[in-house]
Every structure is written in structure tokens, then in C-alpha cells.
């Protein structure tokens, strides 16, 4: 089974609005992180939010939140304001329990701000 | 702070042809450093990674291999280049705790090289 899956390919959104990255994970650990990236079209990962399985609060950094639901499984990316500047892939990652140095990624989705 | 260098950023090699990829780390010791290869249009790959001088783990058997002779350097290379080894190799570190590591860990990237192998 996947460990991270993330359904929507590619999104859309108006400048100044808000969307909603889809990221669910499977594990059965019960200490885990999750983390999501932006790759812009240079290439680079550029980390952007951290949520701790243990952490009670959604975790927040700028105008990018992260949706917890833990009995879903699920680590949504909020991204409030849309800018252009925010065009660009996001993937969610998992890092499990103490197994080890695995980080795991999904596939990725292609986020395109419209002016 | 910490920055991460890799090079070449572009790399085009025939089939056969060997491969060496280097990473650099500045501003930290003792950090835990990855490869990953991302394929056209994929999700990330960990090809190795390691805690230490001269420590390799390898997660996906192919004819790639890694080596960390100082502590801050993780070279990638391959004695005979395949069609396949095309794609975007990035590396990564990420803080190495006493403890081992843990989940907030998290990694940072480099600019990545890409590679494409005629």
C-alpha cells in the first residue's frame, strides 16, 4: 500500500484565494511526522510546514497551515492569499516512528495560481 | 546557516559512460545526508543514505553507488551509466541527533542535478 497519496494531480486557484492540497498517509506507528514541500519549476524542495503526530494543534508557518486529521489520516496544506509565486509542485512526506532514516513522498500536485 | 551545494546542476551523458555527483554541506557536522532521484513528472526516490563517514545505507538495489569520505561531502557514482539512470538526483541533510533519528527530522534539499543519459 502507499504510505503517502495524494489524488489531485495538478489544481487550480485564483490569486488571493485560498486552496486545499489533499495528502492522506498509512502507517501504523503511532509516532510519525509529516512534512509537506514546494519544488517550484528550478527544482528545488523547499520544506514549508511540519506536523508531529503527537502535536495537538494544526501546525503554521506563514500562510501555510496543515489540516490534521489524524483519525482520517489525512495532513492537508492549506495555503491562504494564493500568490503567483506559489505556482509550483507540492509533495507530502512521512517520516515513521524510529524505523529508520525513510522518508516517504507522494507523488505530488502541480498547483498553478491564475492572476 | 547551513546550505547545501550540489554539482554539476546538468549533466548529459552517453549509455555506459561512468557518473560521479557530489553534495556538499556547510554550517553543520555530523549531519545525516541522502541521494534521492526523481523521475520525470514522479514523487522522490531515496536511492542511499548515511549517518556517517564511510557508512552507506542502500534502499533500492541498482548500479548506482554512494560513498561520504569527509564528513560534509556524499558522492554519487556509477561505473557504467544506464538509460533508466536518467532523472533529477537530489541530496538532502538533516540534523543527526544522539539519540538517533527521529520524526521531526526534517531534511533540507539541494538545488539537484539533472541528468540525462542518451
Known amino acids: 500500500a502507499q504510505k503517502i497519496t495524494q489524488t489531485q494531480p495538478g489544481m487550480f486557484v485564483q490569486e488571493k484565494e485560498a486552496v486545499t492540497l489533499d495528502c492522506t498517509y498509512d502507517?501504523?506507528?503511532?509516532?510519525?511526522?509529516l512534512f509537506w514541500y514546494k519544488q517550484p519549476s528550478s527544482g528545488e524542495m523547499i520544506f514549508l510546514i511540519y506536523?508531529?503526530?503527537?502535536?495537538?494543534q494544526n501546525a503554521t508557518e506563514g500562510r501555510y497551515s496543515l489540516n490534521f486529521q489524524k483519525a482520517r489520516k489525512s495532513a492537508n496544506l492549506v495555503i491562504s492569499a494564493s500568490q503567483l509565486g506559489d505556482s509550483a509542485m507540492y509533495f507530502c512526506a512521512m517520516r515513521e516512528g524510529f524505523t529508520g532514516n525513510q522518508f516517504y513522498f507522494g507523488t505530488g500536485t502541480s498547483l498553478t495560481v491564475i492572476p | 546557516s547551513q546550505t547545501i551545494h550540489q554539482w554539476p546542476a546538468t549533466l548529459v551523458q552517453p549509455v555506459g559512460s561512468p557518473l560521479s555527483l557530489e553534495c556538499t554541506v556547510e554550517g553543520t557536522s555530523n549531519p545525516n545526508l541522502y541521494w534521492y532521484r526523481q523521475a520525470a513528472g514522479r514523487g522522490l526516490q531515496l536511492l542511499f543514505y548515511?549517518?556517517?563517514?564511510?557508512?552507506i545505507s542502500s534502499e533500492v538495489p541498482q548500479n548506482l553507488s554512494a560513498s561520504r569520505p569527509q564528513d560534509r561531502q556524499f558522492i554519487l557514482s556509477s561505473k557504467k551509466l544506464l538509460l533508466s539512470d536518467s532523472g533529477f538526483y537530489l541530496c538532502a541533510w538533516s540534523v543527526r541527533l544522539a539519540g538517533g533519528p527521529t520524526v521531526t527530522d526534517t531534511q533540507y534539499f539541494g538545488p539537484g542535478t539533472r541528468l540525462t543519459v542518451l
Open positions: 502507517t501504523s506507528d503511532q509516532s510519525y511526522g
Open positions: 506536523q508531529g503526530s503527537y502535536d495537538e
Open positions: 548515511s549517518v556517517g563517514i564511510g557508512q
